[in-house]
């Protein structure tokens, strides 16, 4: 199995920033994509940013230029910098990974919620 661990969701007002933190766990595992997917109030769930194992990155076109997506390997983290935060960014924001464990499937964090004000 592989565990993920999110951290940094909080409440900010408009126009600011926020940095969403997670961590992939578990016994011999090799991971492929990790990313963020949200979902809001009677949403459904939406990727936001997704990034290979090569680095190569794919944003949602409602975050594009404000969200940056990042992933260190070698500790088997991602993380999200979300700035120029808006209202209908508000959301839980889910963790994700792609990995191989006895199979290939997507594992999920448990989501950490984002609120932001206006």
């Known amino acids: 199995q592989v565990q993920l661990v999110e951290s940094g969701g909080g409440l900010v007002q408009a126009g600011g920033s926020l940095r969403l933190s997670c961590a992939a766990s578990?016994?011999?595992?090799?991971?492929?994509?990790m990313g963020w997917y949200r979902q809001a109030p009677g949403k459904q769930r939406e990727l936001v940013a997704t990034?290979?194992?090569?680095?190569?990155?794919a944003y949602a076109d409602s975050v594009k230029g404000r969200f940056t997506i990042s992933r260190d390997n070698a500790k088997n983290t991602v993380d999200l910098q979300m700035n120029s935060l808006k209202p209908e960014d508000t959301a839980v924001y889910y963790c994700?990974?792609?990995?191989?464990?006895?199979?290939?499937?997507?594992?999920w964090g448990q989501g950490t919620q984002v609120t932001v004000s206006s």
């Open positions: 994700y990974c792609n990995a191989f464990n006895h199979g290939w499937r997507n594992y």
């Open positions: 578990g016994s011999s595992f090799s991971i492929n994509a």
């Open positions: 990034i290979a194992s090569t680095s190569s990155t």
